[in-house]
């Protein structure tokens, strides 16, 4: 599957972006989806993920915040970022993990990534 993120751009603390990760090759149902940043000097980590069901997990510093979704019909999956902070400053990445139900929090546990789209929250 290849994945195409989108939706990254410049904007106020407080204000809000919705990425978007679009699938192509294989229907994006068959696959767990995440969201990872990676901030400069820091390593990657998991922002939020959805599982085949929809289950969503998100990590505790965009809980409340940030809402994962997907659409089957359109191949897409979403990140609803609100309340943005400064520390949310990164490239979003979207990956897919396929013969798995379930989300998880390892980067490496993924298949498939997207090229990354940048955020960046000024203060």
């Known amino acids: 599957v290849q994945l195409q993120a989108s939706g990254g751009g410049l904007v106020q603390a407080g204000g809000s972006l919705r990425l978007s990760c679009a699938a192509s090759?294989?229907?994006?149902?068959?696959?767990?989806m995440g969201w990872f940043r990676q901030a400069p000097g820091k390593e990657r980590e998991f922002v939020a993920g959805?599982?085949?069901?929809?289950?969503?997990y998100y990590a505790d510093p965009v809980k409340g915040r940030f809402a994962i979704s997907r659409d089957n019909a359109k191949n897409t999956v979403y990140l609803q970022m609100n309340s943005l902070k400064p520390e949310d400053t990164a490239i979003y990445y979207c990956?897919?993990?396929?013969?798995?139900?379930?989300?998880?929090?390892?980067?490496?546990?993924?298949?498939?990534w997207g090229q990354g789209t940048q955020v960046t929250v000024s203060s």
């Open positions: 990956a897919a993990r396929s013969g798995s139900y379930y989300v998880t929090e390892r980067d490496d546990w993924y298949d498939f």
């Open positions: 090759g294989r229907t994006s149902s068959n696959y767990v």
């Open positions: 959805i599982s085949r069901g929809g289950q969503t």
